[in-house]
Structure formats: C-alpha cells, structure tokens
C-alpha cells in the first residue's frame, strides 16, 4: 500500500488522540464525571442502561480484585457492571481473570487512516440517511447482537444515539436496498480537525455485496477532503471487518478492553 501524504509513525500519540477523541463523548454526556483510585467513573441517571455513560475507566495500576471491588462501589445500583481498561497490557493481563469470573471480554483495535486503499471503489451509490433511519438500523444491530435486551434499554440507546451524534455533528451514510430501503450505514464525526468512521452495519441479506467498503470508503475520503489531520475507525480485534479497514487504509496503533458483567439479564 502507499502511505498517504503526512502519514505518521508516532503509534502512541495517535493513540492518545483517539483515545481522548473517544472520551469526549463520555465527557460530554455523561451527567457525572468524578475521579477514583486507578481512573474515574462516569454515572447518567438519565441513561443508566447505556453502558458507556456509566462505566468505571482504569486509567492507571490496579488488581484485578481492586477494579471489581470499584465496580461495586460505584455501579452497585445498575444492574450491570462495565469497566474499560484503556492500557493494552493491563487488559491482557485482565483477560483471564474477568473471562473466569463470567465476565463479557471484549477487546478493540483503534486504527488511524495511513495509507491508500488497496483498489479503487465507486461510492455513486451511497446515499444520506436520516435520523430515524438510523435509528431503525442501530436497532436492528443492537438486537441482532443482544437479542434478550429490554425495550426500555434500547429506547435509552436511542436516545444516547440521538445525543452523541448531535454533540459530533454526525453525517450518516447508506447503502439502499432493491426496494428501497436502508440496508447498510456508517457514520462519520467530526471536530474539524479529527474525524471518527463509526458504527458500520449492514442487514444480514444484503452483505457480501461491498456495502461496508463502499460506505467507509466514502467517509474516509470526505474526511481526507475536508483536511482532517487524523481520521480513525475502531473495529473488534476478534472479529473480521478489521481487516477490510486494513485494506482501505487504516492502520492499528493500539487496543482497550472493555469487561461487562450482567446481573439481569433483562438489561
């Protein structure tokens, strides 16, 4: 692949801008923001059913019995536990622990765009969504993951949709249907100087056909002609679409983990 003009090698300052571009959101919405031992806690009274406005973040050394016993403290009226772990060694080192305590573990690859895309795609096809499209495929991807979730938790994921892309000036993308109808998203933020290529769908009869591609392409090159100097996507370490953010461009610079417990599964 050829590295785009101003590419960069400095992995950990990349990934420190992500990561703070990532927290921004926490930082914004959430209604409480206070710091603990190891890290700090964000807490929405208004969204408790939104995992990542209320979340325990370890930022700094801690056990394994230490951050659970900070879960408890500071979520013990959820009915959930959720921690992220922004150091990459830590959450390795974690891993097992939380895996054998019934813990979800799931791990994310955040990627900066470094390079040019491995072939060219034509994007003619991709159109505006609205917001209540969006809405209607967010939750059509949130019960495909977590069939069991409650109506009253994907209502409050709604909301937090409805939030985070107003406070990111959010441009939605699609892909339609033979009838039609959204079959495929992505999303592009911006800040003027960083964009964010986020949450990337497409409806389980439509992929295979390149939709994913061709959406991420266009954002990727909207946001290279709006003179961003950093764009980035984050994508599951353990899942494939990873590697097709590769292939378009995007490079690894680093990993967080998240571990979430349920304590009813209704939620």
């Not at 921004?24 to 710091?35: F, G, H, W």
């Not at 500071?74 to 536990?81: C, F, V």
């Not at 891993?95 to 955040?110: I, K």
């Not at 096809?125 to 991807?141: D, F, I, S, Y």
Request: hydrophobic share 40%; net charge negative.
């Amino acid at each position: 692949m050829t590295r785009l003009p101003g590419a960069r090698d400095d992995g950990a300052a990349l990934f420190g801008r992500i990561v703070e571009n990532l927290d921004r959101t926490v930082r914004s919405l959430a209604d409480e923001m206070r710091p603990v031992e190891s890290g700090w806690v964000a807490r929405t009274g208004s969204l408790p059913l939104v995992w990542t406005l209320n979340q325990l973040r370890v930022t700094g050394r801690a056990s394994f019995s230490d951050v659970v016993a900070l879960a408890d403290q500071h979520q013990g009226d959820l009915p959930y536990r959720h921690v992220v772990v922004e150091e990459d060694a830590a959450g390795r080192r974690f891993e097992e622990s939380f895996g054998a305590a019934g813990w979800r573990v799931d791990c994310e690859v955040l990627m900066a765009l470094e390079d040019r895309p491995d072939r060219a795609v034509d994007t003619t096809a991709v159109t505006a969504l609205t917001e209540p499209q969006m809405l209607a495929l967010m939750r059509r991807w949130i019960v495909e993951e977590r069939p069991d979730i409650s109506a009253d938790a994907l209502d409050q994921v709604d909301e937090y949709n409805r939030r985070e892309g107003r406070l990111w000036n959010e441009h939605i993308f699609g892909r339609l249907d033979g009838g039609g109808d959204p079959a495929a998203i992505t999303k592009l933020r911006s800040d003027r100087t960083t964009a964010w290529v986020e949450d990337v769908y497409t409806v389980p009869a439509e992929r295979g056909r390149g939709f994913a591609r061709t959406l991420v392409t266009h954002a990727t090159e909207l946001a290279m002609s709006s003179d961003h100097d950093l764009t980035f996507i984050v994508a599951d370490d353990r899942d494939w679409p990873k590697n097709l953010y590769g292939r378009i461009g995007f490079r690894a610079i680093g990993k967080i983990w998240a571990f979430h417990r349920d304590l009813d599964s209704s939620t």
